[in-house]
Every structure is written in structure tokens, then in C-alpha cells.
């Protein structure tokens, strides 16, 4: 289930079930979104990214979801596995500029 | 994908000394880069953007004459922390963007780990 940390929230799911990490954005402004994976004391990975003009897009084993109407991300990774212990973070890109804002983030759990 | 270096990977300092720490982007020019700080269980908080050959532009709440940022070239940017003190260790990663069709990704270092005793 999910749950609310000190900080960052919390999902748990059993190895081999499907994850939905959810994100919400703040800038009606901004038309590029990137998924990011951060392991403990690395930096954040490029997952995957849309463009504001596209709903969904997948690649392997991940799905973005992007609904502009309320400014919502979801990050859809399939088969979890527990190499996809990490936490997740959502950032825009505000238009016509090169600046990221990130989301709060969220730990995901992967339960053997 | 495009690679950002950053160093050190970890540094402890001395209260009140002063720290350097060195993002290059290794296979691209990069004229816009970004530090971010990030303390435990928490997100990334964009802190500045270094611009090649101009001043910084700073994240209101960040003080610019503590963090001194340089954009000497368009592979290197630097950050110094200034006059350290333990509120300041923290989790300091940096960024450079590189403009492809659909939009502008950005690339990530590893991460610099200060801890200031």
C-alpha cells in the first residue's frame, strides 16, 4: 500500500506486480516531463519522458501517463522487479526554458 | 546517453572552510547548467542556474555570496561552497541540458556528498 513518511511517501508492491508511481506538476506552462529513477547516493536516471502534446508513451517495461486537464503524471512500471527499489521523481520542464522543477518524490518499496 | 561528471563524490570539511565542488559534461557542450541541493527524504531543490560566461541566477532563499557559482567554459561549471557550517551538508548534485527534438533532457551527475563537521 502507500503510505506517508517523514517525507517522502511510500509504495510497496510485491515482486512481479505492476507499480503506478502518481505525480502531480504545478506549472500549466510546462511541455516536457521526465521521469527520473535516484538509488541511494547516485544522482537521478533518465526513465523516460512525453511531450505535452502526447497522453502516453512507453517504453520497456515503464508507461507515462500525462493528463493536462488536472496536471497529472503517473509512471506505470510493469513485472516489478527488485532492482526497482529506488525513489522516483517526476520533474517538468517549463517551457522555453532549460529549468526542472522536481516533484516530492516517492520510495518504492519492491516486497521478494 | 550524454554523460555529466561530477567531483568530488564526497567531501568532509571543517566548519568555516570553504569547498569546491566540479560538474563537467564529458561528451557535449553545455551552455546551461543547474545545481541542485537535496537533504535526506527529500526531493531535489533547484538552487541556480549557471550560464557559460555570465553570472548565475539564483533560486530565491539561496544566498549567491555562499554559494559561488562559475561557468568558466562550456564543459565546466564549478560551485563553491563558502565558510561552511554543518547546516550546509547535504546531498549537491548538478545538471546539464543538451536540446533534442521533442525537448531539452537533462543529465545528472552522480551526486557530491558534503558533510562539514
Known amino acids: 500500500g502507500e503510505s506517508v513518511g517523514l517525507h517522502l511517501p511510500t509504495l510497496s508492491v510485491q515482486e512481479g506486480d505492476n507499480s503506478i508511481i502518481n505525480c502531480a506538476y504545478s506549472n500549466s506552462a510546462s511541455d516536457y516531463f521526465i521521469w527520473y529513477k535516484q538509488e541511494s547516493g547516485k544522482g537521478p536516471q533518465f526513465i523516460i519522458d512525453?511531450?505535452?502534446?502526447?497522453d502516453k508513451r512507453q517504453g520497456q517495461r515503464v508507461t507515462v501517463l500525462l493528463n493536462k486537464t488536472v496536471k497529472h503524471l503517473s509512471l506505470q512500471i510493469a513485472a516489478t522487479q527488485p532492482g526497482d527499489s529506488a525513489v522516483y521523481f517526476c520533474a517538468e520542464n517549463i517551457s522555453g526554458t532549460y529549468k526542472y522543477i522536481f516533484g516530492t518524490g516517492t520510495r518504492l518499496k519492491v516486497l521478494a | 546517453g550524454a554523460v555529466v561528471s561530477q567531483h568530488p563524490s564526497w567531501v568532509i570539511c571543517k566548519s568555516g572552510t570553504s569547498v569546491k565542488i566540479e560538474c563537467r559534461s564529458l561528451d557535449f557542450q553545455a551552455t546551461t547548467m543547474f545545481w541542485y541541493r537535496q537533504f535526506p527524504k527529500q526531493s531535489l531543490m533547484l538552487m541556480a542556474t549557471s550560464n557559460e560566461g555570465s553570472k548565475a541566477t539564483y533560486e530565491q532563499g539561496v544566498e549567491k555570496d555562499k554559494f559561488l557559482i562559475n561557468h568558466a567554459s562550456l564543459t565546466l561549471s564549478t560551485l563553491t561552497v563558502t565558510s561552511a557550517h554543518p547546516e550546509d551538508s547535504s546531498f549537491y548534485i548538478c545538471?546539464?541540458?543538451?536540446?533534442?527534438?521533442?525537448?531539452?533532457?537533462?543529465?545528472f551527475g552522480q551526486g557530491t556528498r558534503l558533510t562539514v563537521v
Open positions: 545538471s546539464a541540458s543538451q536540446k533534442k527534438t521533442g525537448g531539452t533532457e537533462a543529465f
Open positions: 512525453i511531450r505535452s502534446n502526447m
